[in-house]
């Protein structure tokens, strides 16, 4: 959070910049795709996650794919809303305009996922 003059904002001052803020803005991730949170969410294939909704559902599930509007395609996924029981699902697809957060599992390495993301899109061009 410094200006080009290396001096820090007093509003800024004592706080650190979140490491994924930093990591998503890397000189790598020049392109519109790279540079957001849908190139991370999409290195995310294959991990379980949990995904918040804006209605206040959770849902748990292994990650199978993620299309360019952020739309979730999700396998053995469960949904859990306070005051319904648990419903089980085997295929469920969360369109991205209904998330609301979508949890980082702690196994995951930021860096190398976005990486691994961005190797495989430069492969792609």
């Known amino acids: 959070m410094s200006r080009e003059d290396g001096k820090v904002p007093s509003r800024f001052k004592g706080k650190q910049q979140n490491d994924l803020v930093n990591l998503l803005t890397h000189r790598r991730c020049k392109t519109r795709k790279q540079g957001t949170l849908l ?12 995904i918040e909704l ?18 979730c395609k999700m396998v053995k996924a469960s949904m859990r809303r306070q005051g319904f029981p648990t419903k089980q699902y085997e295929d469920l697809y969360i369109p991205g305009r209904q998330i609301l957060y979508v949890h ?5 390495d930021i860096s190398r996922t976005l990486d691994q993301q961005f190797n495989r899109s430069k492969g792609r061009r």
């Open 39 to 50: 190139c991370f969410i999409q290195g995310l294939v294959g991990n379980r996650v949990r």
């Open 54 to 71: 804006r209605n206040d559902s959770i849902i748990k599930g292994r990650l199978v794919s993620v299309d360019e509007l952020m739309g």
């Open 104 to 108: 980082i599992p702690d196994d995951v």
